[in-house]
């Protein structure tokens, strides 16, 4: 595996000792690779639980999104814990995933080797590098879910591996 962008990836820290590279994608340190351009469908979840008043996601969900409002929130317990804030989707060349997903790895500073562009505060969530991310709301992703700097940085520092990303 070749590195495909500098990182600092975080999923996973086990008493301050670094794992072994066989865990790149879980552990603090460089990131090797990027995700797959490929779908692949074990990263989808189902979603249970009741609505969550004010948004179109079940209890089961940590983070929504809504791509008709161009909204999402956070949520802990089956209640709204941020949000809704507004976000930027993907346009119909590139439109951002609907379903259910779950949180795969995360990065403060990533730069996206397709796209040779910044994604700050990076949590990835579906495959072909899919994410919650720091970007310009004036222009559409290539998929990703673009977010304000402060929101970027808040669904980072709340998201974690494993978490249940619902678009709709």
Known sequence: M????R???VGLLVAGVAVSGALAG??????????SEQPDPTDRQVATGSLVAGTPCT????????LASRSTWLIEAGQVVAGPVAMRPGDPEAPT?????????KAEQWTSRERL???PWSVFFAQGG????????????????????????QWF????VGDQVQIH
Request: net charge neutral.
């Open 7 to 9: 990182s600092r990836v």
């Open 157 to 160: 520092e709340n998201l974690q």
């Open 26 to 35: 879980l552990v603090v340190g460089p990131a090797l690779a990027e995700p």
């Open 97 to 105: 995933p609907t379903g259910t997903f779950a949180v795969q790895w």
């Open 117 to 119: 562009t910044q994604m």
């Open 130 to 153: 899919i994410a919650f991310h720091q970007g310009d709301l004036s222009t559409p992703s290539a998929g990703c879910v673009k977010l304000g700097e402060s929101d970027a940085r």
């Open 59 to 66: 209890s089961s969900a940590r983070a929504c999104v809504d």
């Open 2 to 5: 070749r590195a495909r962008g």
